[in-house]
Structure formats: C-alpha cells, structure tokens
C-alpha cells in the first residue's frame, strides 16, 4: 500500500539547536515533494518545494533534501527558535505533465523547541 | 492580497443532517482544493476543482459532493451527516495551471464541523 511516514509523532528540541524531520514514502514517485508548518488551529502555510532532480533546497534558516533513491526527504531548521514550535507537514505531487492538482500529506511532526 | 476565506469557522451538526461549506480562493487562483483533517487519519483530500470542472478526486463516499463557481469561489456539501464526519475541513487554494508543475497551495483557516 502507498504509505507517507513522517519521523516520530513529536519531536522535542533545545533552542538554537538543528532540528531534522524526516519524510520517507513507498510506492510513490513523486515529482516534486512540499513541506508545510501547521499551527494549532490554523490551516497549514507553505514553506518549500523542491523537484526530484533537486538535492536540496534553502530559504533563510530552512533546507530540505530530497533524495529519490532513498524515498525519503529531510527537512531541517537551523538555529531553531520556541517560535518555530509547530507541527510540520510533507507533501507528495506526483504531477509529472497531468494537471493533477492534488497532494499527498503525511501525518505530520509535532516540533517544540524549549529554550 | 486577500487569503483565502472560509465559512462558517465553526458548526454543530446532528446525524442525518446536510451541511453546506464555503470558500473563496485567493484572487487569480484558479484551483480549489477541499481536505478533510482529523487527528486519526490527518490531512486527506476530498476533491479539486479547476474552472468549474472537478479534476480529481479522493477516497470519500458520495455523501460528499462539491461544486465551483465562475468566480472560482467553492463549497462542499455533506449529506446525512454521520458520527465520524467530524472533522476540520480545509480549502486551499493554487494557480494550478499548466501540468507538469507543482504549486503551492494556500490553505484557508478551515471550519470546524461537529456531528452530533
């Protein structure tokens, strides 16, 4: 069956550390892999999106890679911050010239950062 | 720019009932998407709309149906509401143009429905 899996359910991380969250998928071939951060009570709000022929991708203190042979994205934050506290989202596209225009989410990180 | 809006926020249903949601997309957005997010299964999608014409659509039983406008603004419709429909339902909206592109989607604040 396909099947999203997004590391353990919370991760709990000390401000002005690295925090990695990873994405690793079965039975898909995405084109184009995104990832979300979702606040209590809100819907979730874009951060990145990085195509199959991409290794890694940065914006400010974010970079996710992607690496297709091992099915798997990583999503890391550095010098991370309590406002970065949020639960983190991935998002498969498997648009590859179809107009498809749907994503498959994972479930999901929950990050806290303490100071 | 104005983001995307939806509602009602919030809703209190009975089994049996219909319901009926409402989201206004981004200006200029094209594609409408509907989620459906519940701690147990988390995000998954309903269907997607582009100019009026649905192009896809998720695993969901027919109870649940939706529509776009000329204005590119949506709605989703429930019919007999069922225990388990309790959910939050998301709308997003993207430019969701020519294929072989992704675009980010723009997610509204969702409407908390809640069956009874």
């Known amino acids: 069956s396909q099947k999203i899996e997004q590391n353990s359910e919370a991760l709990n991380i000390q401000e002005g550390k690295t925090a990695t969250l990873t994405c690793n998928y079965t039975n898909y071939s995405p084109a184009y892999l995104q990832w979300y951060r979702q606040d209590p009570g809100r819907g979730p709000v874009f951060l990145l999106l990085i195509r199959e022929n991409e290794k890694e991708k940065r914006k400010e203190r974010l970079k996710v890679t992607f690496d297709t042979t091992l099915k798997q994205s990583l999503f890391h934050i550095t010098a991370s911050q309590p406002a970065d506290s949020a639960t983190y989202l991935c998002a498969l596209d498997m648009n590859r010239g179809s107009t498809l225009g749907r994503l498959y989410f994972g479930r999901g990180t929950q990050l806290t950062v303490w100071p | 720019k104005a983001g995307v809006t939806q509602t009602p926020r919030y809703l209190i249903k009975t089994r049996g009932q219909q319901v009926t949601l409402s989201c206004s997309p981004i200006s200029g957005h094209r594609s409408v998407s509907w989620y459906q997010q519940t701690p147990g299964q988390g995000l998954q999608f309903l269907f997607e709309y582009f100019s009026e014409t649905q192009r896809n659509k998720g695993n969901f039983p027919g109870r649940f149906s939706g529509r776009q406008f000329s204005n590119s603004r949506s709605e989703m419709n429930v019919s007999t509401l069922e225990l388990g429909d309790s959910a939050l339902y998301l709308c997003?909206?993207?430019?969701?143009?020519?294929?072989?592109?992704?675009?980010?989607?723009?997610f509204g604040p969702g409407t908390r429905l809640t069956v009874t």
């Open positions: 997003a909206s993207s430019l969701g143009l020519a294929g072989g592109q992704s675009y980010e989607q723009y």
